[in-house]
C-alpha cells in the first residue's frame, strides 16, 4: 500500500466511514495546486467544496429548527452563521485531522498548506460532500455531528444580533465599517431593500429584507459567514 493510501485508509478509520468510491475521497482531498503533470490538472476539491457547503447549510438549518422551534429567522440566523463559516469549517477540519490527509503540490507543503485556515475550511466541506454523495445524506450528518463537537451547545444561548457581531468584528481590527444602500424596490406599503455592508480591505457582502435594519443584518450575517 503506497503511502497516500495509507493517509486514505487512517482518515476513512478518523471518521468513521469506509468509502466504496476511494477516488472521490481522493477528489475530495486534494489541493488545486497538484498537477498530475498532463495538460488537463488532477481534479481537486473546488467543485465538491460548492457542493458540501449547501450540504453543511442544510444540515444545520434543520438541527437548529428542530432544537429552536419557538425562533423565528432573525434569532436562527446568527445562530446559523455561527456554525457555517470557514472558521468552523476549519476548526472542525483540525478535530478529524484532515490536514494529515491532504495532497498537496511541495510548494504547497512546504508554505504550511496543511495548517492553514482557508484550505482546511474548504477541505472540510469538500470531505462533507464527499460523504454525502457516496454514503448518504446520514453519512454527512455523522460526520458534522461528530466533528462539530460542542458547537451546537455553544449557540444555545441568547446570539448576537448580526449587527452587532460585525460592528465587534471590525473594530477588534480596526477596520471601518459602514453600510451603503444599493436598491430600494417595491411599494411604499411594502418595500424591498439590498443593502451592502462594507468593511475596510474587504469585499463587500449584500443582504437583503423588507426594512433597511432586516438588509443591513443579512448583509452582515453574510458578511460573518465568510470571513467571521
Same mark, same amino acid.
Given at each position: 500500500? @503506497?503511502?497516500?493510501?495509507?493517509? /486514505?485508509?487512517?482518515?476513512?478509520?478518523?471518521?468513521?466511514?469506509?468509502?466504496?468510491?476511494?477516488?472521490?475521497?481522493?477528489?475530495?482531498?486534494?489541493?488545486?495546486?497538484?498537477?498530475? +503533470? %498532463?495538460?488537463?490538472?488532477?481534479?481537486?476539491?473546488?467543485?465538491?467544496?460548492?457542493?458540501?457547503?449547501?450540504? /453543511?447549510? !442544510?444540515?444545520?438549518?434543520?438541527?437548529? /429548527?428542530?432544537?429552536?422551534?419557538?425562533?423565528?429567522?432573525?434569532?436562527?440566523?446568527?445562530?446559523?452563521?455561527?456554525?457555517?463559516?470557514?472558521?468552523?469549517?476549519?476548526?472542525?477540519?483540525?478535530?478529524?485531522? !484532515?490536514?494529515? %490527509? /491532504?495532497? !498537496? @503540490?511541495?510548494?504547497?507543503?512546504?508554505?504550511?498548506?496543511?495548517?492553514?485556515? %482557508?484550505?482546511? +475550511?474548504?477541505?472540510?466541506? @469538500?470531505?462533507?460532500?464527499? !460523504?454525502?454523495?457516496?454514503?448518504?445524506?446520514?453519512?454527512?450528518? +455523522?460526520?458534522?455531528?461528530?466533528?462539530?463537537?460542542?458547537?451546537?451547545?455553544?449557540?444555545?444561548?441568547?446570539?448576537?444580533?448580526?449587527?452587532?457581531?460585525?460592528?465587534?468584528?471590525?473594530?477588534?481590527?480596526?477596520?471601518?465599517?459602514?453600510?451603503?444602500?444599493?436598491?430600494q424596490k417595491g411599494p411604499e406599503h411594502a418595500p424591498h431593500f439590498i443593502i451592502e455592508a462594507h468593511v475596510d480591505g474587504f469585499a463587500p457582502s449584500r443582504g437583503e429584507g423588507n426594512s433597511k435594519r432586516q438588509a443591513q443584518r443579512a448583509a452582515a450575517a453574510a458578511f460573518l459567514k465568510e470571513h467571521g
Open positions: 500500500m @503506497s503511502r497516500q493510501d495509507t493517509r /486514505l485508509a487512517e482518515l476513512e478509520q478518523r471518521i468513521g466511514y469506509v468509502f466504496q468510491d476511494r477516488e472521490l475521497l481522493r477528489e475530495a482531498i486534494t489541493h488545486g495546486s497538484v498537477d498530475n +503533470g %498532463a495538460k488537463k490538472k488532477r481534479r481537486d476539491y473546488d467543485r465538491l467544496e460548492f457542493l458540501g457547503d449547501r450540504v /453543511l447549510g !442544510l444540515i444545520v438549518a434543520e438541527r437548529l /429548527l428542530a432544537e429552536h422551534e419557538d425562533e423565528q429567522e432573525g434569532q436562527l440566523a446568527p445562530r446559523y452563521n455561527a456554525l457555517v463559516n470557514k472558521h468552523a469549517c476549519a476548526r472542525a477540519a483540525r478535530a478529524a485531522d !484532515l490536514g494529515a %490527509a /491532504l495532497i !498537496l @503540490s511541495p510548494s504547497e507543503e512546504a508554505s504550511g498548506g496543511r495548517n492553514k485556515e %482557508a484550505i482546511l +475550511g474548504d477541505i472540510c466541506e @469538500s470531505v462533507i460532500a464527499a !460523504l454525502y454523495i457516496d454514503g448518504g445524506f446520514e453519512v454527512a450528518r +455523522g460526520f458534522v455531528t461528530q466533528f462539530w463537537g460542542d458547537a451546537f451547545d455553544d449557540v444555545k444561548s441568547a446570539p448576537r444580533d448580526a449587527k452587532t457581531a460585525l460592528q465587534e468584528w471590525a473594530a477588534a481590527r480596526k477596520r471601518g465599517l459602514s453600510y451603503v444602500m444599493i436598491e
